[in-house]
């Protein structure tokens, strides 16, 4: 592997190709404009059920609140007994409890937390 230098001095990532073993590449490479200060997560709910899907979206902002545009989130699951996180934002509830996401753009993080749920038994 060959570090690969980014457009901030000092930094590189590493690329790793690992497609035989299912393996994903992740790299935190700035590609928008202006210094990003915060993320503003956006997600459909706070829930999700066990063996379902959600989106969540990760909006990069500048020093006075501002979107910026150009920039990629990369996520990544702080709980992977219970929730799966694909790179762009994808979730996948596995078990109940809580499921913790964190999105990265240029060294900023932001998490988002969901209670996963099972679904409410209905009583005769």
Do not use: K
Not at 2 to 27: D, E, F, H, K, Q
């Amino acid at each position: 592997m060959r570090p690969i230098p980014t457009a901030s001095a000092g930094r590189s990532c590493v690329l790793a190709l690992a497609l035989a073993a299912g393996g994903t590449l992740g790299c935190d490479l700035p590609t928008g404009t202006g210094p990003v200060r915060a993320l503003d997560i956006a997600a459909p709910s706070t829930q999700l059920r066990p063996g379902f899907l959600m989106r969540a979206e990760a909006t990069p902002l500048d020093g006075a609140g501002n979107p910026l545009a150009g920039y990629v989130a990369t996520w990544r699951s702080l709980t992977p007994q219970t929730l799966e996180v694909s790179p762009d934002g994808l979730m996948l509830a596995h078990a109940p409890g809580v499921g913790i996401a964190r999105a990265t753009v240029n060294g900023v993080s932001a998490e988002l937390r969901l209670d996963l749920v099972n679904p409410p038994i209905a009583h005769l």
